[in-house]
């Protein structure tokens, strides 16, 4: 599957086993987004994979498919086969489902099985996961997640790139938002990374803030997780130059079934940064709250909300409290392109650098992409 962005302002029955401010002809801002949107572009044309094309999905509607399993994620069964090459399949219009790979396969109830898949032929309401060491019969409506693990590396990346601007002619402010993440997804880890990007441009005045992350997630049995991050952020509004941040946590998934994902992790994190007014590098302990929500539809039009916020409570600093939130709001418009909008907020109760602003709020609309 693919994501481009205009700009800123179901129970289991079991058997068996198993402002940077300088004028200047180029701004170095300038040259970082260019730089940044570049990198973005990579991920978009990942080369197809070679493998059988034997499984067969039905449909509610009577459709018979024969073809290629990709997974299924968030609600939708992706599946490819030669007339249509890849295609997505609302999970609750499928009533039946073979595969002849080796699928990790995880419910609703946090239940990791791996086999292949076959129909229950004493339930239609049901699949079975079966291997050598033996079966398990699951309910359709409980599998929340598919994935083959033969699968190549890129036809296990998703992703979306977002892509703004806007132009105010009363004050001459011309403003272009990037967005763009790609995700790996394996058997029990994903990794990937997220780019927001914002440059405004205004007379000879050039204004950027900018975060870029990677991100490794590790499941466990129950829909528990471990998680690693790296962040780096740019923006002289809050008083910096350039931070790092990485973190350590574990968490739980709340919910995580076909129409909603609901987590929280709870860890530690180092914060180093150098502020606009000093050549002093500045290093803090901090604790993590990270919570996260996504709600997907995929009836037409297709639409999603995501939300994500950060909270750091100082621990060799108690007087500091910083937060990094952003929401996006994103309705399909035609075959997997998007409109979007989005919201990113940052909060410093103790900014690096004396007279810095404590928050900075952007919004944007976008045109996207999804892949």
Known sequence: MRRISPSPTRSSRVRGAVPLREGGAVPTSLVLFLLLLAVALTAWAPPASATSKVDVVVIDNGDRLTGEIK????????????????????????????GYDYYAVQTAAGLDLFGAIRPD????????????????????????????????????????????????????????????????????????YKLNSTLDVQGDETTSRNDLSFSFNRFFPGKKLATGRALLQSNRELGFDLRFVGSLGGGTYFWKDNHKVSSLVLGLSVNTEKPID??????????????????????????????VINMYPGITDRDRFRMEANGKLRVEVISDFFIALSVLESYDSKPPAEGAAKNDLTLSTSLGYSF
């Open 278 to 307: 000093s050549d002093e590098i500045i290093t803090n302990l901090e604790g993590l709250i990270s919570g996260s929500f996504s709600l997907f539809y995929y009836q037409s039009p297709k639409r999603s909300i995501d939300f």
């Open 71 to 98: 997974g299924l994620e968030r609600g939708r069964l992706s599946f490819k086969t030669t007339a249509t090459d890849k295609i997505q399949v609302e999970w609750e219009n499928v009533v039946s489902l073979t």
């Open 121 to 192: 032929t004493t339930d239609s309401t049901r699949l079975v996961i079966w291997n050598l060491g033996g079966s398990a019969s699951i309910r359709l409506l409980d599998m929340v997640s598919i994935k083959p693990v033969k699968k190549t590396f890129f036809g296990r990346i998703d992703g979306a790139i977002d892509f703004g601007f806007s132009f105010t002619q009363a004050s001459k402010l011309l403003q272009y938002t990037l967005s763009s993440d790609a995700t790996y997804r394996a058997e029990v880890f994903d990794t990937g």
